[in-house]
């Protein structure tokens, strides 16, 4: 498993941008399919947006299409979440997760499918 840690969350008001980092330990990075997924109060978590180890296939969550771009960094172990035209309802924790990937472009997208999990970044997104 991977250490995750995020970190660029905050307060932003509606229509703003933020930009989520995930940052992974150990020098496999370039191994894992990585996910976010959020989890907004009384809700069960759900995905967000997905990334192939070679970065070069993508998946997001319908809520996400448009606004959201996921993207990695393999050589600064680093994997990013870009959140334009925030909405109120995109209020919640933002986990990233991570799991061996089988192959260059596979993606996952259900959360029993990552095994390694960060402690999560708070985002809300005032009216």
């Known amino acids: 498993q991977v250490q995750l840690v995020e970190s660029g969350g905050g307060l932003v008001q509606a229509g703003g941008s933020l930009r989520l980092s995930c940052a992974a330990s150990g020098r496999t990075f370039s191994t894992y399919t990585m996910g976010w997924f959020r989890q907004a109060p009384g809700k069960e978590r759900e995905f967000v947006a997905a990334?192939?180890?070679?970065?070069?296939?993508?998946a997001y969550a319908d809520s996400a299409k448009g606004r959201f771009t996921i993207s990695r960094d393999n050589a600064a172990n680093t994997v990013y979440l870009q959140m334009n035209s925030l909405k109120p309802e995109d209020t919640a924790v933002y986990f990233c997760?991570?799991?061996?990937?089988?192959?260059?472009?596979?993606?996952?997208?259900?959360?029993?499918?990552?095994?390694?999990w960060g402690q999560g970044t708070q985002v809300t997104v005032s009216s």
């Open positions: 997760a991570a799991v061996r990937g089988l192959y260059s472009d596979s993606l996952r997208t259900r959360i029993y499918d990552y095994d390694s």
């Open positions: 990334i192939s180890r070679s970065g070069g296939n993508t």
